[in-house]
């Protein structure tokens, strides 16, 4: 096995994810998001579509390798029934998604197709 140095790693991603049912709880933990982070994180679009390799409605959050361990233990502790996918960025999007990804909550399968 070859391993790889955690300097390959340019900056992380979080994503939320909700549906139709919990789309009201979503938003209000983005407020908290926001408000807890106060611009010390980039938040994307609340998409209510399914977008790219993800397979539910979510938004995205962007934060610097650095900020990992505060920004992933605040998540893992404040997301109630929101289910997080984790992943690095890399420069090898598959990858990044597929092998090196983290699940706050419950894992759901990815539409990988839409990486290759």
């Known amino acids: 096995m070859t391993f790889r140095d955690t300097s390959a790693i340019q900056s992380w991603h979080a994503h939320v994810y909700f549906d139709s049912t919990t789309r009201d709880s979503a938003w209000t933990f983005r407020e908290q998001i926001e408000a807890?982070?106060?611009g010390k994180l980039q938040m994307g679009r609340f998409h209510e579509r399914p977008?790219?390799?993800?397979p539910m409605w979510s938004?995205?959050?962007a934060f610097a390798h650095e900020q990992f361990a505060d920004i992933?233990?605040?998540?893992?502790?404040?997301?109630?029934?929101l289910d997080i996918f984790v992943h690095p960025n890399t420069g090898d999007a598959l990858r990044d998604h597929r092998d090196a990804a983290l699940?706050?909550?419950?894992?759901?399968?990815?539409?990988?197709?839409a990486l290759i």
Do not use: C, F, K
């Open 36 to 38: 807890h982070w106060n």
């Open 51 to 54: 977008v790219g390799p993800h």
């Open 59 to 61: 938004y995205q959050m």
């Open 72 to 81: 992933i233990g605040w998540l893992t502790l404040n997301h109630g029934a």
């Open 103 to 113: 699940w706050v909550g419950r894992s759901h399968e990815l539409v990988l197709d």
